[in-house]
């Protein structure tokens, strides 16, 4: 079993629909997680940290349930520039006092006109 | 801004070659990590190191090995170059645990 899951898509969606994105991951001891996107050809950025109490920036909300070991993403009213590939990231606790960080598969999203 | 510096963005090489892949990080950040992603596969963790001389496997570490002699620099290593090594490699540098992950452009490694 992979230790970070996520729902490959590829999503095709109209401008201004709501899209969901899902991610579980195996290791409870789990510390840290995030939602990074990532441009064709480009390195992965930072998109959002994901909390517990659930946090949001602008069009963008991102929950975690700890006891269920899942990470959400909702991206409301998309944009055109909203397809991308969403990479779902966790930094794991690996046993000797430090964290490693590990990613899901990534989802592609594509949002058409 | 936290710079991750990789030393090439395309490298050639031939099947049997030894190949050094380098990054520097200038933030003085203690974990650094190599990835490799490939079509489909996502970011796949080869390797990573919490502090200078410290290693430790990822998921694929099979044909890799790396070293960390001083903190700002991770180099991975192709010990025998082969062709299912082929792939977009990525470092990058990490502070504490909660902090996010500050990424190379990556190098575009083909092997023939």
């Known amino acids: 079993r992979k230790e970070v899951e996520q729902d490959p898509g590829p999503f095709n969606v109209p401008e201004g629909a709501t899209v969901a994105f899902n991610c579980t991951y195996s290791?409870?001891?789990?510390?840290?997680f995030f939602w990074y996107r990532q441009d064709c050809r480009k390195e992965p950025k930072l998109l959002m940290s994901v909390y517990s109490s659930g946090n949001e920036d602008g069009r963008f909300t991102a929950q975690l349930n700890r006891a269920s070991q899942y990470i959400s993403l909702l991206i409301r009213d998309s944009k055109l520039s909203d397809s991308a590939t969403y990479l779902c990231?966790?930094?794991?606790?690996f046993g000797t006092g430090g964290f490693k960080t590990i990613f899901g598969a990534g989802t592609r999203l594509f949002v058409k006109a | 801004d936290v710079k991750v510096t990789q030393s090439s963005r395309y490298l050639v090489k031939r099947t049997g070659e030894k190949v050094f892949l380098e990054c520097v990080q200038d933030m003085d950040h203690e974990n650094m990590f190599w990835y490799r992603q490939d079509p489909g596969l996502g970011l796949r963790l080869i390797y990573f190191?919490?502090?200078?001389?410290?290693?430790e496997k990822g998921d694929i570490p099979e044909g890799y090995s790396v070293s960390r002699e001083k903190k700002e620099r991770f180099s991975l290593i192709l010990e025998s170059a082969s062709t299912n090594q082929t792939s977009m490699y990525l470092c990058?540098?990490?502070?504490?645990?909660?902090?996010?992950?500050?990424f190379g452009s990556g190098t575009q490694l083909s092997v023939l």
């Open positions: 990231v966790v930094n794991m606790f």
């Open positions: 290791n409870s001891a789990s510390q840290s």
């Open positions: 190191s919490y502090d200078v001389k410290m290693k």
């Open positions: 990058a540098s990490r502070g504490g645990r909660n902090e996010k992950l500050f």
